[in-house]
């Protein structure tokens, strides 16, 4: 695990929150100097990294496309200056996605707990970009289950998971079962930079839905 103690204070208190209002009053006060924290000071470059690699494999522009988890937006504005144009974010944090809405490069955003069944109904995305979101103290591999529900069957879902959560949850095992099952089939899965500055890794899965 990585050595905390040169981490950023507020990524620090992110990575150890023990209850989601915790997690909500963290995001709320961190919202307006999110991007300039993670991009610029940690780093930060799962958002850009998950997205360059589903873009190897979509690129219908009109290709609808969720980003859970989408924050300040940092995926969606990499999707809209590739002229992707149909992009619904969702988020759990108000504030976040506030700072989102400024950005302009969304069709919709509204909240949305990923731990829980969305609101969306079956088969209703080409892809699914989901950045940052799989990290300690968020969202776990139970998540996996509902993406691939609103996931047309032929689409695409690239995510990242901090490589302290991977080893430290079932992910392995869920996505194995998710295999098992024939519902998603791996195309690519590697580890890749995800915070620089701080020598954080993750891995970057693309998954292919073909159920």
Not at 171 to 186: A, H
Request: charged share 25%; with cysteine; proline share 2%.
């Amino acid at each position: 695990m990585q050595n905390t103690d040169s981490m950023h204070p507020t990524v620090f208190n992110a990575l150890h929150t023990t209850n989601q209002e915790e997690l909500e009053e963290l995001y709320r006060v961190w919202a307006d100097n999110y991007d300039h924290d993670v991009v610029e000071v940690i780093g930060y470059v799962g958002h850009s990294k998950t997205t360059e690699l589903l873009l190897k494999y979509v690129d219908d522009s009109k290709a609808k496309i969720l980003d859970a988890g989408c924050g300040t937006g940092l995926v969606g504005e990499i999707l809209h200056e590739k002229k992707f144009k149909n992009i619904v974010g969702v988020d759990f944090s108000q504030p976040m996605l506030d700072q989102a809405l400024e950005k302009n490069v969304y069709l919709s955003l509204g909240l949305a707990d990923l731990t829980e069944k969305l609101t969306f109904k079956d088969n209703a995305f080409d892809a699914i970009v989901c950045a940052g979101t799989f990290t300690c103290g968020h969202v776990g591999p139970e998540a996996l289950s509902e993406m691939l529900r609103v996931t047309k069957t032929g689409g695409y879902i690239s995510f990242t998971v901090r490589d302290q959560e991977w080893d430290r949850l079932p992910y392995e095992k869920t996505i194995k079962e998710l295999e098992e099952k024939n519902l998603w089939r791996c195309l690519e899965r590697f580890t890749t930079d995800y915070n620089v500055v701080e020598g954080v890794n993750c891995q970057l899965c693309l998954y292919e839905v073909t159920a």
